[in-house]
């Protein structure tokens, strides 16, 4: 098995990227709407979107999966069907840098995607920060090798797409990227591919120099069908909501498609990533995305599924899936499957919530149904602040349970309904919640799992599981546990640490707030040691000690 991984992403400076995105997108601005291709089968673009060969939009929600370096996780793609993804990203290799994935193995790759109704982005991984990346191949070699396949993806123009390189290009002279990304895409047509092609974008695949943005029309225009797909990779570069909305809609604004092919929700050591908007702004906008990664990255903070094992989701996994303009909300398989035909009627209104349950961190809401022409498929519950709105949960019933909210604060809350291909209804009548003062969290009622899933040198992965062993609902926590060993906390999910010297108190993340009785919540951490790592040998929940599980 390889151990090469995903690298780090290599973001800018600030000022550098703020100059650029500004020029950038005055550039951009000025472009015409990109021509729509000639209808054909299979996935195709058309008047700057990604459709299908029925002529229905396709909107990629899916997962990266690192094929290459894990040849025998072929179950992951039937897991990955299973979150509700329509698409997975699958990790090849030219042979350039690691083993070469031969016809037989794209082909079965190809044979999975489809019986687990897939749709199947392949990419080739070698070319990853050419000119920065001394090991790095060429879009070129990666071009050669495609062609080399023509026989096994000749035919499946319906179900595949081809990324002719991952990330071609790094942070040295990121101009470089227009002319052979433009020579690769000729190269194939020349060849006789009439698949949409994927380009992936300079800078590690993150833009910061607006390169691909810029020269976006000039090869787009490049591509004598019309079938071409740009891909931004979104990581710590695009740690806020204007950098997201405005890359994106630069884009949209042009009639260029775009889908981010790749992005992360956890911080690093470059920054935090704005997942929220990229999510919502996607799903606003009717973009694509691509979650990186299904499992076995280097730093496993990136691990949608914990060890390959779809019932062990991270807190990454479980915002991707499960979250706010997640997959499970806003997926819908293809059409070439037998995914739902077009619809354009919305929902009608939900009823007027109505609040009960309330506590100082959380309240139960509960509404009338909508009704649909097809079906709901689910309600978007917001927070209301005069003309401003806050998604604050999504439901596939008519209930949901809010927590992690503030003690004795005033709220205004309302729902909308959704259903299965994106449209949703007006906003029901809002209903004020005022929670309650004080804690509701038992004192002494909890146990405490504390387990090192990995170790490397200076560093490891910690897990800490906590169970309420009472009979009430704890609703809020700070957990505190102090390290023996000089161990700091480098980066978690599921909760947000503080740490003076040895010692560490963590506060939940909104998802992990709510314990049921004899239910769990796990938090996930990296952090960096020097020697012995001894686990701690007592917890606290809410100031009462717990049972050391």
Not at 152 to 163: F, R
């Amino acid at each position: 098995m390889s151990t090469a991984r995903h690298p780090a992403k290599s973001p800018a400076t600030v000022i550098l990227t703020v100059l650029a995105t500004l020029l950038g997108l005055l550039a951009l601005g000025g472009l015409a709407p990109a021509r729509a291709a000639a209808a054909g089968t299979g996935l195709h673009i058309s008047d700057g979107r990604l459709v299908e060969g029925n002529g229905d939009d396709f909107i990629m929600r899916g997962v990266n999966h690192a094929h290459t370096w894990y040849p025998g996780e072929t179950e992951s793609t039937a897991d990955i069907k299973a979150t509700g993804a329509n698409t997975v990203r699958v990790v090849l290799s030219d042979g350039y840098r690691w083993s070469k994935n031969g016809p037989d193995d794209v082909a079965a790759v190809i044979a999975r995607c489809k019986a687990n109704r897939l749709i199947c982005v392949l990419e080739v991984h070698d070319t990853t920060g050419y000119g920065e990346d001394s090991a790095a191949g060429t879009l070129d070699h990666a071009a050669d090798y495609w062609i080399g396949l023509k026989d096994v993806l000749a035919g499946q123009e319906d179900y595949v797409v081809i990324n002719i390189g991952n990330e071609p290009w790094g942070n040295t002279d990121p101009a470089g990227w227009t002319a052979p990304t433009t020579a690769a895409v000729k190269k194939l047509r020349a060849a006789g591919f009439a698949h949409t092609i994927m380009v992936d974008a300079p800078n590690w695949g993150q833009d910061w120099q607006n390169v691909m943005r810029d020269n976006a029309r000039a090869v787009y225009d490049a591509d004598p069908t019309g079938n071409l797909l740009f891909s931004i990779h979104m990581y710590s570069v695009y740690n806020t909501a204007q950098k997201v909305t405005d890359y994106l809609n630069a884009f949209v604004d042009a009639g260029l498609p775009l889908v981010i092919g790749e992005f992360g929700g956890p911080a690093d050591q470059y920054g935090d990533p704005d997942e929220d908007t990229m999510m919502s702004e996607a799903q606003r906008l009717g973009l694509g995305w691509i979650a990186w990664s299904w499992s076995g990255n280097t730093d496993p903070v990136l691990d949608l599924a914990i060890g390959f094992d779809p019932a062990r989701l991270s807190s990454w996994g479980e915002r991707v899936f499960h979250g706010a303009d997640g997959i499970a909300q806003t997926s819908r398989e293809a059409a070439v499957y037998g995914g739902a035909p077009s619809d354009t009627e919305a929902p009608t209104a939900p009823g007027v919530p109505a609040a009960s349950a309330v506590t100082d961190t959380s309240a139960t809401l509960t509404w009338a149904a909508s009704s649909d022409n097809v079906a709901v498929a689910g309600y978007d519950v917001v927070r209301v602040n005069g003309a401003t709105e806050t998604a604050a949960a999504s439901s596939a019933t008519r209930s949901v349970t809010l927590t992690g909210l503030s003690a004795d604060t005033a709220y205004s809350f309302a729902v909308y309904a959704r259903d299965a291909a994106g449209n949703r209804s007006a906003r029901s009548a809002a209903v004020s919640v005022t929670t309650d003062v004080g804690s509701t969290t038992p004192a002494g009622t909890c146990s405490v799992g504390y387990k090192v899933v990995g170790e490397w040198q200076g560093g490891f992965q910690g897990e800490i599981t906590i169970r309420n062993t009472g009979t009430a609902a704890i609703d809020g926590w700070t957990l505190g546990f102090a390290f023996a060993d000089g161990q700091t906390i480098s980066n978690m999910w599921g909760g947000t640490p503080r740490q003076t010297g040895g010692s560490v108190s963590v506060t939940p993340a909104s998802y992990t707030s709510g314990i049921a009785p004899n239910g769990t919540v796990t938090v996930g951490f990296t952090g960096n040691r020097s020697g012995t790592n001894a686990a701690p040998d007592g917890f606290t929940l809410s100031g009462a000690a717990c049972a050391v599980a």
